[in-house]
């Protein structure tokens, strides 16, 4: 396969000050982010002129910590609703794909049929929705749950979900007698009071990696966000997912499967570094262990020695697929408490390349290459700073291998990703 | 200083209306020339009405392609002192999620969103949420009165001084200013507290519509301006006193809320005539102004901004410009902004 007949795809994954839990504390991080709408207006300008596919904003209807102390060492209790964030983006920008997450937990899928849609009309076909079924119990008790519902259920009624809001966005509910769905979770009558999208319909993503999670994505998703380690991880992850679209009358270029990757990049790989263990000091342990104990989804990890092991760990009802990941990397490399928290703590489990632009883009080159990779979402460390280093440093080698557009091909975010309009 | 002696104005983007006009121009382009009209003619707000009906017929009289919360977040990025109020429903949206939804127009705009609700069920809405049956009406009542409860107090859970952005000391926000909600009631548990922060008004504008004699209490706690349809003027005069009377005996300044009176223009009409009417109207019921219910097209608020607004300030009856720039200002309420 030559490099023009097939290039890489990039998101822009923005949230809060960075994706390092200490970006906040970084000189050069813009620590108001989450109450300045031009600071988000110029990431996304930012990310367009560099030609991302897309911008992704991750969402949670709730604190990010159950500690209240933990959390007010981090940025990340206060930011903008992504849907209004997205929808005052979308008429600042023309080309950039505009994808939220949203919960099928939370939500109604008519509700949140109609609300992608609008964003979708705003942008002019450029909306995507990112499925998640939420995993927290600081979530659950916003929304009057007693408790979190069982992984099967939960993945159950995201089934019947996406079920409906794509059959309202493709006009099957249309409202005429017996078209309605009645459903375990939903009944739902429609139509929808909007226009047919200028895309067909609206990208649906997804990031659930279990083995329900993946099927769900096999079934209904185009876009698959997702977190590997190594490449070992991330080609076994591509080969299941896309072995598993057959089953659905799909092919395996309907679904675009993009991990996300943290890099830390500069001119020089000693300045990279430099830059990385700069982050990396301003973590508080506390902290640290905290964000590892909610990715674990076990509450009093702090009771073990710091400078131990990780302890055995019952299976959960939260992130299990997560959980497994940071689980096999503990063992895996003989870290202590301490340093995975820290580890984790910088790139949540995603992928770290610390480097120059050669060197991040030999890394991305050989995941696209090996059949591991049809993209990444690129999770810089603090804003604007590591989006503005991606974007200058990075873009401009991948262009120059032919991995990555020097324009965009179309209009809608489908055209950008290569993705089939729905009938 | 709002002394009573000028109106507020807001004008309304009807749904269901149809533009013969309207040619290749983008729907968010003509909708945002609609409200820098409005803004550079000074009025209070424009209201963006929202509408999720369950059957086909409503459904092909569509106008506008947008939900209304973000064809405002859109509309606030080429705007800056008009005020920007979406319509969205209690059974449409968690409070959860409509109070972040909300707090999050009001740091996108500046301090220039608010939050229309109503006291109404859509007819039908229910049967795309699940709710085929819909709420009875007292049932209706209630939960909407616990909804506006949980949402205004979402809205004040972190104090305004609650975020540091202490780098060095890395203290990001101050704990004990971050405040839970902890609401247990009839239809809703919501712990929060909400994960936007504390927007530039401290609240969101909240306007009420739809009422019935028994939702009056409920609007007199809550509201911040209150709609009223078009009926006789002395109607409307009695219905506006009560609701006066109901603030005071909340231990409300009455004045702290607006009661503004639906009108709908009538196209061709002499400017003067409804300027005319709109003055009679304004003195024998002494509300505090008028929500005009515009069809979507640029030539009716042009004739409105061009015709009818030069004879109303004329008569010194509505307001040169702006004199601050949140919508709490511009409608003379308390509470967040720069009073």
């Known amino acids: 396969m030559t ?52 911008l992704f904003c991750e969402d949670a209807a709730g604190l990010r910590e159950a500690d209240v102390g933990i959390a007010s060492q981090t940025s990340r209790s206060i930011g903008f609703e992504p849907i209004s964030l997205l929808s005052a983006l979308a008429v600042q920008t023309s080309r950039i794909g505009l ?9 109604e899928p008519y509700g949140l049929a109609r609300t992608f849609l609008s964003l979708d009309h705003l942008s002019g076909g450029r909306a995507g929705w990112n499925l998640v079924t939420s995993a927290s119990q600081i979530e659950a008790a916003n929304f009057g749950s007693t408790g979190l519902r069982p992984h099967a259920d939960r993945y159950e009624r995201a089934r019947e979900f996406a079920e409906v809001v794509t059959g309202l966005w493709h006009g099957k509910l249309d409202g005429t007698s017996g078209s309605g769905h009645d459903g375990q979770s939903f009944s739902v009558r429609g139509p929808l009071d909007l226009p047919r999208s200028p895309q067909g319909a609206p990208v649906m993503v997804q990031a659930g990696a279990s083995d329900v999670g993946r099927d769900l994505a096999a079934r209904t998703a185009d876009v698959v966000f997702t977190a590997a380690q190594t490449f070992e991880e991330a080609k076994a992850f591509y080969d299941d997912l896309k072995g598993r679209l057959a089953a659905y009358g799909r092919e395996r270029d309907d679904i675009k499967i993009m991990p996300g990757v943290a890099p830390v990049v500069a001119e020089t790989e000693a300045e990279a570094r430099e830059k990385y263990e700069e982050l990396q000091e301003l973590i508080p342990d506390d902290v640290g262990v905290a964000l590892l104990s909610s990715y674990l989804s076990i509450a009093d990890l702090w009771r073990y020695p710091i400078d131990g092991p990780l302890p055995e760990l ?69 804003f604007p700073g590591e989006l503005d280093a991606f974007a200058t440093l990075v873009v401009p080698e991948l262009q120059r291998r032919g991995l990555f557009r020097k324009d965009y091909e179309g209009h809608t975010l489908r055209e950008h990703l290569g993705l089939r309009r729905p009938a | 200083m709002d002394n009573g002696a000028t109106m507020h104005l807001a004008v309304s983007l009807c749904p269901g209306t149809t533009d013969a006009s309207r040619g290749a121009e983008p729907e968010f382009d003509r909708l945002a ?11 209070d707000m424009v209201l963006l009405a929202d509408a999720a009906p369950a059957s086909g017929g409503d459904a092909a ?50 301090g220039r969103a608010g939050w229309h609700a109503t006291m109404a069920q859509a007819p039908r809405e229910a049967a795309n949420f699940s709710r085929p049956g819909g709420f009875s009406r007292d049932d209706f009542r ?100 009560d609701l006066k009377r109901r603030v005071a005996a909340r231990g409300r300044d009455p ?85």
Not at chain 1, 25 to 37: E, K, S
Not at chain 1, 337 to 357: C, E, Y
Request: contains cysteine; glycine residues 8%.
């Open chain 1, 314 to 382: 019952p299976a959960t009802e939260g992130m299990q697929s997560r959980q497994a990941l940071v689980i096999e990397q503990s063992r895996r490399d003989n870290l202590s408490i301490r340093q995975l928290a820290r580890h984790f703590a910088g790139a949540r489990g995603h992928w770290r390349i610390v480097g120059t632009a050669a060197q991040v883009a030999d890394e991305l080159q050989a995941r696209f290459e090996g059949g591991a990779a049809d993209g990444f979402n690129v999770m810089p460390s603090y």
């Open chain 2, 142 to 241: 209630r939960r909407t009165e616990e909804y506006i409860g949980i949402v205004q107090g979402l809205w004040t859970g972190w104090d305004a001084d609650a975020l540091l952005f202490d780098k060095g000391g890395g203290r990001f926000h101050d704990p004990d200013r971050m405040h839970l909600l902890d609401h247990k009631g009839e239809f809703f548990s919501v712990r929060g507290p909400l994960n936007v922060a504390r927007s530039p008004q401290d609240r969101p504008v909240l306007v009420l519509s739809g009422l019935s004699v028994s939702d009056m209490d409920i609007a007199a706690r809550t509201a911040d301006v209150i709609l009223l349809e078009e009926r006789p003027a002395e109607e409307t005069k009695a219905s506006r006193d």
């Open chain 2, 33 to 43: 020339r609609f409200a820098q009209k409005a803004e550079a003619a000074g009025l």
């Open chain 2, 61 to 110: 009289n569509r106008q506008v392609p947008f939900e209304a919360t973000t064809l405002l977040a859109a509309l606030a990025t080429v705007t800056s002192r008009i005020g920007l109020v979406a319509m969205a429903s209690t059974v449409a949206h968690q409070p959860y999620n409509l109070a972040r939804r909300f707090a999050s127009l009001d740091i996108i705009s500046h």
């Open chain 1, 99 to 107: 994808v939220s997450t949203a919960s099928t937990s939370y939500n």
């Open chain 1, 3 to 54: 490099a023009a007949s097939r290039q890489m795809k990039l998101g822009a994954f923005l949230w809060a000050t960075g994706h390092h839990i200490a970006a906040w504390r970084h000189p050069q991080a813009h620590v108001t982010a989450g109450i300045d709408i031009d600071h988000y207006i110029q990431l996304a300008r930012t990310a367009e002129a560099a030609k991302f596919d897309l």
């Open chain 2, 255 to 339: 004045d702290a809320v607006k009661v503004l009176m639906d009108v709908l223009p009538v196209t061709g009409g002499e400017p003067a005539g409804l300027a005319d009417k709109l003055e009679e109207q304004f003195r024998s019921t002494s509300c505090d102004g008028f929500n005009i219910l515009m069809p979507a097209e640029l030539s009716a608020i042009d004739d409105f901004v061009d015709l009818v607004l030069p004879e109303l300030r004329r008569r010194d009856l509505f307001r040169q410009g702006y004199r601050g720039a949140t919508l709490r200002s511009h409608l003379g309420l308390g509470g967040g902004g720069d009073q």
